[in-house]
């Protein structure tokens, strides 16, 4: 800590400088080497979302484009993909301005929140996904325009599976699910917010077959205020978790492993004959194995044998019963 300056002190150092005799670098830069840096912050455009927020909403995003990537593949029949380009941080008037006129947007109710977000879907796209689902190509190129209530109706179902996608991946971090509530072809007729609030704009490029096209997903950050706390009430338990959290964590991946589904295969035995007697094999014919009948069976369990066992029948259906487990001394082919 630097020593405090006395009363007196401070009255000559403000006269050195005001006549000159003390020159304000001098007192700033004593050392007289690199000054520091200076950052300039914006207070008219503040950062709601710190970068590790950001990072983890680009995460959740990314689940979903290729969960609902996916899906688009099998519902257009064709090669679908997309990718997240950008997550920001805009006033949400310069996200109205930066809508194309006339557009497609889906209005949608954040249930668990007292906020709306926006799906811009470009106008070329609802186009392409009508005409794969009509049976035609994704790359004819149409004039821009409205989209009718009939091509509203057949991308209906596309777009509520977009919206349940979403809200999966959105679980993740909080429980959240996001309904459908209207469309509009107007930017200016949609209000979720006001003009001066921060909103987090998720920007995606969809590509159908050749033809790319954007979708844009727009969240008001005061609707996000709870999972904003959420993420940093874990990072706070991330800092302090230690020992009990990664106990924590084993014990969360020992119950998911524990529902795990393997394939379990009882080998009654070999047998090895050529190539002209598999040809030569009729119905009713036997083949002699290479296992004893009093012999034991190997369990091979996910590909690798673990155990001992002796075959048998349970209420007319057959099956094997365990009576050790394998070891070393066990000859393994």
Not at 43 to 61: A, C, D, G, V, Y
Not at 122 to 144: C, I, N, Q, W, Y
Request: proline content about 3%; hydrophobic content about 40%; aromatic content about 8%.
């Amino acid at each position: 800590m630097g020593d405090v300056l006395s009363q007196q002190e401070i009255d000559s150092l403000l006269s050195g400088m005001s006549s000159g005799t003390i020159q304000v670098d001098e007192v700033i830069n004593p050392g007289g080497g690199e000054s520091k840096e200076v950052m300039t912050y914006d207070f008219k455009r503040p950062s709601r979302l710190s970068k590790n927020q950001l990072r983890t909403f680009e995460n959740i995003h990314e689940g979903f484009a290729e969960t609902f990537s996916y899906y688009l593949v099998s519902k257009l029949q064709t090669v679908v993909s997309i990718s997240l380009t950008a997550v920001d941080q805009l006033f949400y008037s310069e996200f109205i301005l930066s809508v194309s006129t006339p557009s497609c947007l889906y209005v949608f109710d954040m249930v668990g929140t007292d906020g709306h977000g926006i799906l811009d879907v470009s106008p070329h796209l609802a186009f392409a996904m009508v005409e794969r689902l009509l049976g035609g190509g994704a790359d004819v190129t149409r004039k821009p325009r409205a989209i009718t209530a009939i091509e509203q109706a057949v991308i209906q179902g596309i777009m509520d599976k977009c919206f349940d996608e979403l809200g999966t991946a959105w679980r993740s971090v909080a429980d959240l699910n996001f309904e459908y509530t209207r469309f509009e072809n107007e930017p200016d007729f949609v209000q979720i917010a006001p003009g001066s609030e921060i909103v987090m704009v998720v920007s995606f490029n969809v590509t159908i077959g050749t033809s790319s096209f954007l979708m844009t997903l727009c969240f008001p950050t005061f609707a996000l205020e709870d999972v904003i706390a959420q993420l940093n009430r874990r990072q706070l338990q991330g800092f302090r978790g230690g020992e009990e959290a990664d106990l924590k964590n084993a014990e969360i991946i020992k119950r998911q492993i524990a529902t795990t589904y393997l394939q379990v295969i009882a080998e009654l035995g070999r047998a090895r004959i050529t190539l002209q007697e598999l040809m030569d094999l009729h119905e009713g014919d036997v083949l002699k194995l290479d296992t004893k009948i009093n012999a034991e069976l190997q369990l091979v369990i996910g590909g690798v044998r673990k155990l001992a066992a002796r075959p048998g029948i349970v209420d007319g259906k057959k099956a094997v019963r365990v009576i050790r487990k394998l070891d070393d001394s066990d000859i393994i082919d």
